[in-house]
């Protein structure tokens, strides 16, 4: 689903990038025709009150299926998310598929080793 931009959401979506994180500043461009999707992405995994407001008032201007898309609990991950790479005047085309933070009962704890044997507590 392809968005028309207006002064408005323009507006938000540079203070957006503006606020986001420096490895995120990338992908949040015009030309990426992914760019709500991601968003939307970011929105469920961000923390910051003030950007969550950003996304979310930019998804109004959007309008009422991109409202529904951000209210919606299992928003599909299973999207691949394309990346520029370029490097000395080639450019190449990558697709990744975001991964899903590991369930905490997934981390494993290290294992203390005291003089080459391991420690059972």
Known sequence: MKATYN???????????????SELKPSIKFANP???NELIF???TCE??????LIKELMVYAGEQWQQRLQEEHFRTD????TL?????SVS?????????PA???????ELIYRGQVVKK
Not at 7 to 21: D, G, N, S, T, W
Not at 48 to 53: C, E, F, G, N
Not at 104 to 110: D, S
Request: charged content about 35%; glycine content about 2%.
């Open 48 to 53: 910051d009150a003030i950007l969550k407001a």
């Open 42 to 44: 970011y929105y469920r």
């Open 79 to 82: 999207q691949p998310k394309t």
């Open 104 to 110: 905490p009962a997934a981390i494993a704890k290290p």
């Open 85 to 89: 790479k370029s490097y000395r005047g």
């Open 34 to 36: 992914n760019l709500l």
């Open 7 to 21: 002064k408005a959401m323009i507006e938000l979506i540079y203070e957006i990038r503006r606020r986001v994180e």
């Open 93 to 101: 085309i990558e697709e990744t598929y975001p991964e899903a933070p």
